[in-house]
C-alpha cells in the first residue's frame, strides 16, 4: 500500500505488543499447575475477564499463572503484572498497583486504563483466596483502603465489598446503606466513577 | 502462503477505482469555479453536471432531485433539520420513527429533534438485525412526520424491507427517508421502485472519493437550506463546488451502474468461501445477520468467535496483514458493544467476540484463502489465553 511517508505508530507502545506477542506465564491448559490461591475478576459481558492462580512460598509469590479474555491491552497487563507480581513478597504484591503496570508497559491510552489493567486486582483476589484457605489473617486488606467520603469515612474497598456482595447497584444504594456523600457531596462524582468501575470489574449488569 | 496485505474493511471505506483516480488525475487542473461563467467555469460545471446526470441514472432519480453533500453523515443531518421546522406549521405530525440499528449520523440527529417538540421513536429489529414489519405497521399513525430505515446495515449487512416500510408509511401521510450509503454498489438502488422521499449516498463506499456524497430528494418532498452564502444547488446547499470529487463520484456512479450485476455475484461467491472456510476451520463460531442472499449485502460476513475477544483478533490480523473490524466494545472507546448486533439480540459477550469482513471489488480468493489459513491458529491462541475455553 501506497503511504506516501505516513506511517502509523501501532495503537499501544512497543512493550504492550510484545506482551500482547509473546504473553509470558500463560496458564496453559495441558500444564500441572496447581495454585495455592485463585482470584477472578471482570466479566465476559463486560469485555474483560482475568484469572490468576498462585503458589505461594515464604510469604512470596513462588509462581503465577494467568488467563484473560480481552483486549490487546488488558492481555498485555496482565502478562506484565505476571513478570512484576513473581518473587514479590504477599504485601508487596497485594500493594501492586495499577499505575504501576501501566508506567512498566510504557503507557496506555486513557480509555484503556479502567477497564483493561485488572491484573492487580485479580493478584489481589487470589492473595485473599490463599489466606482464606489457609486460615489465616489477611493484614493487607486494610492497607489497601483509601478513603473516598471524608465525611462519612467510607473506603473504596467497603464500596467494593458492597458491590461485589449485590448489596449496592447505584449511588442511592450507596448513601442509603452508608451515607457516602449525603454530607458535603463533594466526593459524589467520584463515587458514581467507583460504581461504575466495580461494576465492571465483578462483572455486574451496567 | 506468502504475507499478503488483505483489506476487508470496505464497509468503512473503500479505495478509489482506478478509472475514478485516473478521472479525477485527467481534471486536477480543471481548476475553474462552476459558478464563473467564463470558459474555464463552464468548463468545471459541465463535469459537475456530468457527474449529476450518472448519480441519478444510477438511482433512477432526475438531476435535479440530486444534491452534492460533504458525503451520507450530511445529507442524513439534512433531512431531520428539513423536519426541525415542519413542526411548527404542522404540530400535530410529531413523531419520527427510525429503525434501532440506523447510523449515528441518523440516530444522534434525531434524537436532537426531540429538543423541538418530536416524539423520536425506535422500530425494533428481529433476531437477524431485520426491521420487523409487524411492529413497526403498529408504530404507525397519522401523527408520524418522518421515517427513517436504511437500506442496507453497515454491521450486519442485513437489507431492509424499505419497500414495504415506505409504502405503509404513505398509508399515513408520512414522508420517507433511506440511508443507502452501504446498498449503492452491492444491490440495485431505484428511489421510483423504493417509493423513498429522500435517500443518502457517500463516495468513498462505493469506490469514489472521499468528502462528497448526495442527497437526494424528490420533487416536492420539503427542502430546507442549511449551509447559507450561496446559490449552488439552487440555493439549497452554498459553497464552492468540490469539481474534481464529484467528477470522481459521477464516474464511481457510472461504474456502480455498469458492474452492479459482476460485482454483486463475485462479492457473494467470496464471501461465501469465507463463511465456509471459517466455519469448516474453527470450532464453535457464529454468523451473525443471515446467510440468505437475499436478505445480505454480498460482500458482509458479520462472525461472533465466543470466548475471543474481538480487539485481540483484529489486532492479530492486522499483524497478518488483514483488515478487519469489530463490533468490541473495546475498540470503541466505551464499554458498549455495537448497539448493531445487541439490538437483533445477540448476547453481550457474543457482540465483544465480533468480526466484520467486508469485501470489495479488489479481494480475490487467494485474499480469501489467506484468511482461511491465518485466522484458525488466531482464534485459538486467543481462546487458549482465554478464561473461557468454549
Known sequence: ?206 | MDKRFVYLDNNATTEMADEVKEIMRENEDLFGNASSMHTLGRDAETGVEWARGEVARLINAEKREIYFTSGATESNNTVFNIFRDIIDESPERNRIIISSVEHPASIETAKFLNKKGYHVEFAPVDHIGRLDLDKYEKMLSDNVALVSIMLANNESGIIQPVREASRLAKLYGAYFHTDATQAIGKIKVDVKELDVDYLSLSGHKFYGPKGIGVLFVKKGAPMEAFIHGGHQERGFRAGTYNTQAIIGLGKASELARLNLDNESEKLWRLRERLREGIEKNIPHVVVNGSNDRNLTLPGTLNVSFPSAEGESILLYLDMEGIEVSTGSACASGSLEPSYVLLASGLPVELAHGSIRFSLGKNNTEEDVDYVIEKLPPIIEKIRKMSTRKD
Not at chain 1, 496482565?78 to 503496570?101: F, H, Q, R, V, W
Request: hydrophobic residues 40%; proline residues 3%; glycine residues 8%.
Open chain 1, 1 to 206: 500500500m501506497a503511504s506516501n511517508g505516513f506511517m502509523a505508530q501501532w495503537v499501544y507502545t512497543d512493550i504492550v505488543k510484545d506482551h500482547f506477542m509473546n504473553p509470558r506465564n500463560l496458564w496453559k491448559e495441558d500444564e500441572d499447575f496447581n495454585p495455592d490461591g485463585v482470584g477472578e475478576v471482570g466479566s465476559l459481558a463486560c469485555g474483560d475477564q482475568m484469572r490468576v492462580g498462585i503458589k505461594v512460598k515464604d510469604g512470596k509469590i513462588a509462581d503465577l499463572r494467568w488467563l484473560t479474555y480481552g483486549c490487546a491491552s488488558a492481555i498485555a497487563s496482565t502478562s506484565m503484572m505476571s513478570e512484576m507480581a513473581i518473587g514479590m513478597d504477599l504485601k508487596d504484591a497485594y500493594n501492586l498497583k495499577p499505575e504501576d503496570i501501566m508506567a512498566k508497559l510504557g503507557g496506555l491510552p486513557e480509555h484503556k486504563f479502567h477497564c483493561s489493567v485488572l491484573g492487580d486486582k485479580a493478584l489481589r483476589a487470589a492473595i485473599d483466596d490463599y489466606l482464606e484457605k489457609n486460615h489465616m489473617e489477611n493484614p493487607y486488606k486494610a492497607t489497601v483502603a483509601k478513603i473516598i467520603c471524608e465525611c462519612m469515612g467510607v473506603t473504596d474497598q467497603k464500596i467494593e465489598t458492597l458491590i461485589k456482595e449485590d448489596k449496592v447497584k447505584n449511588l442511592k444504594d450507596l448513601q442509603d446503606i452508608t451515607g457516602a456523600g449525603t454530607v458535603c457531596g463533594k466526593c459524589v462524582p467520584r463515587l458514581e466513577e467507583l460504581i461504575v468501575e466495580m461494576k465492571h470489574i465483578y462483572g455486574k449488569e451496567a
